[in-house]
């Protein structure tokens, strides 16, 4: 596992590698089963985690405990709740495994640590957070725009790797419509 994020540090760091097997040295392998939980609503998020394969779901309860999911998150990208993991506050959504998921992990000490200690990883943070950030303008942009087929032909554009590894009720969700209306239009994209 360690390996898939030496190759994934690799490719944002360019020449800049010195202090690789430090940064490597702080994360630790933690193993998921399918629909095992990771993090609820109201606990402190204590890591940050790498997915090194399988998928993660990030969602909330609505008040008639209704899911609305917020990311489903793929391998070769991170997870966390980053305003619960940085300020210690209460997490306001939950991460939960959709497939068996290997992920690595990096408590708040040690991702600290290497934010002072390791300048290449703080650029590689800010462009995690970056990337992350734009992705979900984009999305919450077409979400509010789009109607229910528009919304189905953007994630069949932009995130197509959903529609065959994860369930419909779970693409409805993410895309904010009903299952019935998702599979009533899939079939037109």
């Not at 999911?69 to 959504?93: K, M, N, Y």
Request: with cysteine; aromatic share 8%; hydrophobic share 40%.
């Amino acid at each position: 596992m360690l390996d898939l994020l030496r190759q994934h540090l690799l490719l944002r760091l360019g020449a800049n590698t010195d202090q690789l097997d430090e940064v490597l040295g702080h994360f630790r392998p933690l193993r998921l089963r399918a629909g095992e939980q990771l993090l609820r609503q109201g606990d402190i998020c204590s890591h940050v985690y790498f997915i090194a394969k399988g998928c993660l779901q990030v969602y909330v309860y609505d008040s008639r405990y209704n899911e609305t999911t917020r990311d489903i998150v793929l391998e070769d990208h991170w997870c966390s709740e980053l305003i619960s993991f940085g300020q210690r506050l209460p997490a306001t959504e939950n991460i939960r495994a959709i497939e068996d998921a290997d992920l690595l992990a990096i408590n708040l000490a040690g991702f600290q640590t290497l934010l002072t200690t390791v300048p290449p990883f703080a650029q590689v943070y800010q462009q995690i957070l970056e990337a992350s950030h734009a992705s979900g303008v984009e999305r919450v942009n077409a979400l509010v725009s789009l109607t229910a087929l528009e919304k189905i032909r953007w994630v069949s554009l932009h995130r197509p790797e959903l529609l065959t590894r994860v369930s419909s009720k779970l693409v409805a969700s993410y895309l904010g419509i009903s299952q019935e209306t998702y599979s009533r239009l899939k079939s037109r994209v």
